[in-house]
């Protein structure tokens, strides 16, 4: 039995939220070994192999900081080793979690400009470049965007963010939150000029909750020297100077270190490009069996459509959170909530990370029975729609 299960349940629970995903055994395994001295002549072997290592799935050359820290944490890295007190940014309000880092970035004293959508989609790219356009003292000091927006499923198009930073001539950094993307949906930080990519462990890495990173470029790393908003714990400076030699400044999460180098083992073995199509397949049999239940996606841009998630938007007079409880009740599935101004309208699947298609299939039957049970009118046979487009696109 789990730890802290109310009640008995047989079979494995279904944890299909978007994130924490679901941990391979193989990844589970690798932790299990001994913690080794941080110290120690060994330590540094394996860490300069995993900072070698998890370049790759950011698509970078450039150094990628790892904390022992939630996703939030790495947030706050990015803006404090960039900005000072006082600095205008550029952030697009495309849903919960972009709220949440605007909030951060006020807290922190630094000024931004805020962007808004419906939550529907994903950043508007024309309202930046016009905003930088209009910026002609270029005051502002970064444009912060996150990749893929986890509480409504849309995928933000960087490189389109890109050449509109290019196209407006504009000198801000671009700093993008890749923590329910990196390892599920395309990315690359230096074709794509980004200058902070902050990730988290517990999605598309397969890893529990516990390490977040950020990829740093050139540009980024040479704006530390004058950005003057304090930091300690959070300084890039002495990361980089101890990871030249594999080790850290402080105690690094060191079984979480094995863990990683697993889940890169598996992700490269098994192909970048693969992967994302896997996860692009799997979204698409997901849409597939909500539109024929009759519901809509909450991402109304099909170019925004998030690969690592689906939230679904229940009729009106429906209550989501109703029908993910009488889910976990009687299926032992886990959904995502709606979060803020979405709690009740919708339910998020995640369909991220260590994920077959006979997952996919169980998670949309749970889900298609759960409909049933909480007597919520909807056309039966979605699960089987999605699995005769698995099928036919195996
Ligand atoms: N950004 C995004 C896109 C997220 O999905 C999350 C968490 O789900 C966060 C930031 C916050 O990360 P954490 O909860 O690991 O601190």
Redesign the pocket.
Known sequence: MAYFQSKPTAGRHFLQIP?PSNVPDRVLRAMDNPTMDHRGPDFGLMGKAVLEKVKAVFKTKSHVVIYPA???GA?EAALVNTLSPGDRVLMCETGW?AH?WHEMATRLQIVPDYIRTDWRRGADVAAIEAKLREDKAHAIKAVCV?H???STGCTSRIDEVRKAMDAAGHPALLLV?T??SLGSIDYRHDEWGVDVTIS?S?KGLMLP?GL?FNAVSAKALKATETAKLPRAFWDWKPMIASNATGYFPYTPATNMLYALDTALDMLLAEGLDNVFARHDRHAEATRRAVRHWGFEVQCADPRHYSSALTAVRLPEGHSANALRGTILEKFNMSLGNGLGQLNDRVFRIGHLGDFGDLQLVGTLGGVEMGLRAAGIPHKSGGAQAAMEYLSGNA
């Open positions: 994130g939630s996703g939030t947030w979690f949440l996150v893929n927006e986890t939150d923590i329910s988290g517990q909750p977040s």
